[in-house]
């Protein structure tokens, strides 16, 4: 069994909301941890700044009433996520609002940093940083990270290469801590999966874009219901990185995916230029094809439990 942190120890379906660049907001965040599973945005969805100060009081008010009305089934904590990478010039200014409202868990991205790791454990939060491969999830841990979440081949948005049996199980060679595992689980049956393969949490993205709380169009929306793992596209064009994106959108912009050029990874930006990016070119992840309507998060996270229950029964566990 994993070492969980007390934060991570009780959720009523182990699975992780990832933080949507855009889309994650704070009703979207309140309405997963009232579900019953950990609800997590980016810092830099807040904009300007200052947002974030707002945005943190509504969820921590709400859920702490919630709390209050519901002391039998409290909500799941919340996560906010954040790009530690040098050409995030708010990071300083967006940890200091996170301090003030003692986020439980922050989720690092794109580098790990001791100092940003002993900031978050000073007010007593929980650190996962994701990770593409053993060798970053290795440099996590002694850089003082408390779990990791493993991005495996698949996932929406920025993604590896690696098959997730690969990534599990070289990294629990060594690390007894919290995995979530990302890489196209967008059902009950692949949350119970990745239990099964030594992950701790599923770790969702792309479904909860079909979501009426999510702040993306409706094309985005349909264009999930509609698309499968056929129509996701891998390249680093967009913001220096390599991610998965949707097709059609890129058809959209005027692009031909089958031939998209390279990107410089030095002119990596996550600030106002790839929001843009962003907006027009659609993050996603091979999952898709689980993704039949759009409903709102609770019916999300009510069928993933169904899901994984009748997975658990069907193996007798």
Same mark, same amino acid.
């Given at each position: 069994m994993?070492?969980l942190?007390?934060?991570l120890?009780?959720l009523?379906?182990?699975?992780?909301?990832s933080p949507?660049?855009?889309?994650s907001?704070?009703?979207?965040?309140?309405?997963?941890?009232?579900?019953?599973?950990v609800?997590?945005?980016?810092?830099l969805?807040?904009?300007p700044?200052?947002l974030?100060?707002?945005?943190?009081?509504?969820?921590?008010?709400?859920l702490?009433?919630?709390n209050?009305?519901?002391?039998?089934?409290?909500?799941?904590?919340?996560?906010i996520?954040?790009?530690?990478?040098?050409?995030?010039?708010?990071?300083?200014?967006?940890?200091?609002?996170?301090?003030?409202?003692k986020?439980?868990?922050?989720?690092?991205?794109l580098?790990?940093?001791?100092d940003?790791?002993q900031?978050v454990?000073?007010?007593?939060?929980?650190v996962l940083?994701?990770?593409?491969?053993? +060798?970053?999830a290795?440099k996590? @841990?002694?850089k003082g990270?408390d779990?990791?979440? =493993? *991005?495996? !081949?698949g996932?929406?948005?920025?993604?590896?290469?690696?098959s997730?049996?690969?990534l599990?199980?070289?990294?629990?060679?060594w690390?007894?801590g919290p995995?979530?595992?990302?890489?196209s689980?967008?059902?009950?049956?692949?949350?119970?999966?990745?239990?099964?393969?030594g992950a701790?949490?599923?770790?969702?993205g792309?479904a909860?874009i079909?979501?009426?709380?999510?702040?993306?169009s409706?094309?985005y929306?349909?264009?999930?219901?509609?698309?499968?793992?056929?129509?996701?596209?891998y390249?680093?064009?967009?913001?220096?990185v390599?991610?998965?994106?949707?097709?059609?959108s890129?058809?959209?912009?005027?692009?031909?995916?089958?031939?998209?050029?390279?990107?410089?990874?030095s002119?990596?930006?996550?600030?106002?230029?790839? +929001?843009k990016?962003w907006?027009? @070119?659609?993050?996603?992840?091979?999952g898709i094809g =689980? *993704?039949? !309507?759009v409903t709102?998060t609770?019916?999300?996270?009510?069928?993933?439990r169904?899901?994984?229950?009748?997975?658990?029964?069907?193996?007798?566990?």
């Open positions: 994993s070492k942190p007390p934060v120890q009780n009523s379906l182990p699975v992780i909301g949507l660049f855009i889309i907001n704070p009703k979207l965040v309140i309405e997963q941890c009232k579900a019953g599973v609800g997590s945005m980016p810092a969805n807040a904009r700044a200052e974030l100060d707002e945005w943190l009081a509504e969820i921590t008010e709400t702490a009433a919630y209050k009305a519901n002391p039998d089934k409290p909500a799941a904590p919340f996560a996520n954040q790009i530690v990478h040098k050409s995030n010039d708010r990071l300083e200014h967006d940890m200091q609002v996170c301090a003030k409202y986020v439980p868990i922050i989720i690092t991205s580098g790990a940093r001791e940003v790791n900031a454990h000073a007010w007593g939060g929980v940083h994701d990770i593409i491969n053993n +060798k970053f290795h996590a @841990i002694e990270a779990g990791l979440i =493993a *991005v495996a !081949a996932a929406g948005g920025h993604a590896g290469v690696k997730p049996f690969a599990i199980q070289e990294i629990r060679q690390f007894d995995i979530a595992l990302s890489g689980i967008a059902s009950g049956d692949a949350v119970l999966a990745a239990q099964a393969m701790d949490f599923g770790y969702i792309s909860f079909a979501t009426h709380e999510a702040r993306a409706d094309d929306k349909q264009a999930i219901v509609a698309g499968s793992s056929d129509d996701i596209v390249s680093n064009l967009f913001t220096g390599h991610g998965n994106y949707l097709a059609p890129i058809r959209a912009a005027g692009m031909d995916p089958d031939n998209l050029p390279e990107s410089d990874p002119k990596m930006n996550f600030g106002g230029d790839a +929001k990016a907006k027009d @070119i659609w993050g996603c992840g091979q =689980a *993704v039949n !309507a709102s609770a019916e999300l996270v009510a069928k993933l169904t899901e994984y229950e009748a997975a658990r029964a069907r193996l007798k566990l």
